[in-house]
């Protein structure tokens, strides 16, 4: 199974970048191929701006891979700026394909932005989605690391979730 982890955040300290990449890592070991993508690597132009080579290379990795495993950072209780150009401008073949959602916010009351990605992914693309989603706050990690236990517990079992589901809709 070939699967496409993006890590959509541009800042410099992203946490959702460790997320993505304990996700990465838990998912070790599985018979799977990933393409991890730490979009901060990319240059990126606006939807009616040119489409930059680095984002025509995305567009191939979305449509190569069977499913994706998403990262974002909560921004004003929406998806981040960098996900937003990456979903309206390379996800074109994306269609029907299965997805799950790794999320960073400053605080706990922010959980339900990430529906704001389930609804373009579901809409735009009739994308089927892993119902766990990884969130976590600024609470969780300490010096650029992820501290709680149980944090990291979830990642475990989103991982093994994101694997046995992926495996089995690929078997259909
Ligand atoms: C422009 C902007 C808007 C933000 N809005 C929210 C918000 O609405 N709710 C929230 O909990 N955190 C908000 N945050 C905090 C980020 O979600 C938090 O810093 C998170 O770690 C971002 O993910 P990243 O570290 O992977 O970039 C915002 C941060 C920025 C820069």
Known sequence: ???LILSSSLSPKS????????????????SIQIDFV???????????????????????KVKEADNIIIGMGVHCYSINDGLKIVLDTCFG?????????VCAA????????TMHLTQICMNEWRMIQLPRVIYATGQ???????????LKERIGIFAKEFYTIGQKLLAE
């Open 15 to 30: 946490r959702s970048f460790l997320l993505c990449q304990a996700v990465n890592a838990a998912l070790s070991g599985q």
């Open 106 to 113: 400053g605080g706990e009351k922010s959980y339900l932005s």
């Open 1 to 3: 199974m070939k699967t």
């Open 38 to 60: 730490d979009l901060r690597d990319y240059d990126l132009a606006p939807v009616h701006r040119s489409k930059t080579a680095d984002m025509e290379r995305l567009t191939e």
């Open 140 to 150: 969780d990690f300490v010096n650029d690391a992820i501290a709680n236990p149980d």
């Open 93 to 101: 073949d994306a269609t029907n394909k299965f997805f799950g959602i």
